[in-house]
């Protein structure tokens, strides 16, 4: 069955350059080799690469809306304030649009991918709003000839998934850690307390910067932020991802690591958030400088947000992180927990998870939505897309 998925991979001819520098080649060896009779295989492969190319690529356009006002995004900035949810903020960037609530009190901020209207995250709302806005902006899409999708959901809006009759999917795992018990004490923490006091001995030192103070750095945080994207061989990324504009960056305190007087490595930490929630966005180091650089940079930050009164810090994704691989797992479950231990080669899947698992955070599950029948490998792939920057950004290497 294996033979079989590869033989039915080798029929996108249509789409060679995914081949080699995409997850699609193991996406469909997997999905092939664990469900497909081998007959059938070569054949469905054919099917679905015309799908892929007839309903993705032949009718990609760009995913621009009317870009969100001053006002508007200043008015959906307090509402973030008021909302448990600190990774919000990233509707400061303005690169999405806004659907508020009749009563103003919240918004869904979304972008437009192909065929698709893509939420990012809960509504930043009060509970009591989020239904009534998520049928809000299933009827937008719907009026615009678009099928709504949510990406990075929490547990909490299953419910309403359900109801409207979402097919649902998990993501992956984000990593949150509670700062109010946080503490390197204890025997656990050994590893890590010995890699941060050999970072200092070498002479790492770590500064939070407040938000007034980051103008006056932030030609050097954009070198640091230059260097470590030519390393890595990527662009700027978007939609549910930070990008390095300097309003953006100055908008927060950012954690800096100096070497020597010099800026070796940042993160930018979204406060928006109420209840003590704070969110590290950007994560950018000179690469090389040294092993401990980000241990140090994250455990000072926690340390710091900590004793600023900060409860809960959120890490960001674990992407595939958690999924159940069993023979009665979902078919997504099945694929993406096989790509995590395969995918290396496309990204570091793995060794995400194992970096943010050193500071003892609980994984909470994240999800993507979208109505309709069967698996939604349109919807996957519009948001690939959409956080990508198009076809171009996802295939950069």
């Known amino acids: 069955m294996r ?29 092939l080799s664990l469900y497909l009779p081998e007959r059938g295989a070569l054949a469905l492969g054919f099917i679905v690469a015309g799908v892929v190319v007839a309903g993705g690529l032949a009718r990609w356009r760009g995913g621009a809306l009317d870009a969100p006002s001053q006002a508007d995004i200043a008015r959906a900035v307090a509402i973030v304030a008021r909302q448990p949810n600190s990774a919000a903020g990233l509707v400061r960037l303005g690169d999405k649009s806004l659907l508020f609530s009749e009563c103003g009190e919240g918004f869904i901020m979304y972008a437009r991918q192909n065929g698709a209207l893509i939420a990012l995250f809960d509504p930043v709302a009060p509970r009591h ?3 009534p806005l998520a049928l809000r902006f299933m009827q937008a899409a719907r009026a615009q000839g678009c099928r709504p999708v949510f990406y990075q959901v929490s547990p909490d809006f299953l419910p309403i998934a359900i109801d409207t009759r979402c097919k649902v999917l998990k993501l992956g795992e984000q990593a949150v850690v509670d700062l109010t018990g946080f503490s390197l004490a204890g025997g656990r ?47 700027e990324k978007g939609f549910s991802l930070g990008v390095f504009k300097p309003d953006y960056v100055a908008a927060w305190p950012v954690a800096i690591v100096r070497l020597e007087g010099k800026i070796v490595a940042f993160a930018n930490i979204l406060t928006d958030g109420s209840d003590g929630d704070a969110f590290i966005d950007l994560m950018r180091h000179i690469p090389g400088v040294h092993r401990g650089i980000m241990d140090l940079l994250f455990v000072r930050i926690m340390e710091s947000l900590k004793d600023q009164g900060f409860k809960r810090l ?16 979902p078919l997504w479950n099945r694929i993406g927990a096989r790509i995590f231990q395969k995918g290396e080669r496309f990204y570091n899947f793995r060794g995400v998870r194992e970096f943010k698992s050193k500071f003892g955070p609980h994984w909470e599950p994240r999800y993507l939505a979208a109505p309709g029948l069967g698996f939604p490998a349109a919807a996957l792939f519009d948001v690939t897309l959409l956080i990508g920057g198009g076809l171009k950004g996802v295939l950069k290497k």
């Not at 039915?8 to 060896?29: D, H, K, N, T, Y």
């Not at 923490?189 to 910067?209: H, K, P, S, V, Y």
């Not at 103008?215 to 390393?231: K, N, P, R, Y």
């Not at 994704?317 to 797992?329: E, I, V």
């Open 314 to 329: 959120n890490m960001g994704m674990a992407p595939l992180a958690g999924l159940s691989n069993h023979g009665g797992a």
């Open 3 to 31: 033979k079989a998925g590869l033989l039915a991979f080798a029929g996108i001819l249509a789409v060679p350059l995914l081949v080699e520098q995409s997850l699609l080649p193991l996406l469909w060896r997997e999905t």
């Open 129 to 131: 709003l989020w239904g």
């Open 189 to 235: 923490w050994l590893n890590l307390r010995r890699a941060i006091n050999r970072a200092e001995r070498d002479g790492l030192t770590f500064e939070m910067i407040a938000p007034d103070g980051v103008s006056a750095i932030i030609d050097e945080l954009d070198g640091v932020s230059q260097a470590w994207l030519a390393t890595q061989s990527v662009g």
